[in-house]
């Protein structure tokens, strides 16, 4: 996996995702809010354009995150823990996909709604599974780059990123449930876009 390119879908990834959450929620009803209704929502069998959140913003956003870990992954090698926080990130993009796959029955919404379907459950445990992921993921990295000299600088970075995330979804919690959802998603994604600028700055040492 060619480092830049790995580098480039890193930092577009973040692009396709807001631009999912942006017009995937302008796409939808009056009585649909952003700041109350859950993200999953956006794709679900009864949502308006549910193409723009399932295929930009989960297939799409999910292929781009595999790619770049295919790069990190290569970038880091042979380090145990660098090929540990890679996977992560790489099983991330992938449950990520699988989410744009598998849709909700209905949105919350809707009267009556009741998500009960085989796939409405497969998209329930691909978003809990991909939550482990988003922790484990920076935790893994922070720690891998803490103990490989190109990359030492980029460890408290990351380190951070994990009480950021945190931090980010109690502070628009105040707004509401979809609000601190969203924002704790946004915030992983950039810390994406930031290591994936550091592997670009780094991939013109490498591939040398």
Not at 116 to 138: D, I, K, N
Request: hydrophobic fraction near 55%; proline fraction near 4%; aromatic fraction near 12%.
């Amino acid at each position: 996996m060619p480092l830049r390119l790995a580098s480039y879908c890193g930092l577009v990834a973040p692009l396709t995702y807001a631009a999912a959450l942006i017009f995937g929620g302008l796409a939808q009803p009056d009585a649909f809010s952003s700041a109350d209704d859950a993200i999953s929502d956006l794709g679900a069998d009864t949502a308006s354009s549910p193409w723009i959140y399932n295929q930009i913003g989960l297939n799409l956003t999910g292929i781009l995150v595999v790619v770049f870990a295919l790069g990190l992954w290569r970038a880091l090698s042979p380090d145990v823990l660098g090929r540990l926080g890679a996977a992560a990130v790489a099983l991330t993009g992938f449950t990520l996909f699988l989410q744009g796959l598998f849709r909700l029955d209905c949105q919350g919404i809707d009267a009556g709604c009741e998500n009960t379907s085989w796939h409405s459950e497969a998209h329930s445990w691909a978003t809990g599974v991909s939550a482990a992921f988003l922790f484990a993921a920076p935790l893994l990295l922070a720690l891998a780059f803490r103990r490989l000299p190109r990359w030492r600088d980029t460890w408290l970075p990351t380190l951070a990123a994990v009480p950021l995330f945190v931090a980010a979804s109690i502070v628009f919690s105040g707004i509401g449930a979809g609000a601190s959802t969203r924002a704790g998603a946004v915030a992983w994604i950039v810390w994406l876009a930031f290591v994936a600028f550091r592997l670009l700055k780094k991939s013109e040492g490498m591939e040398a």
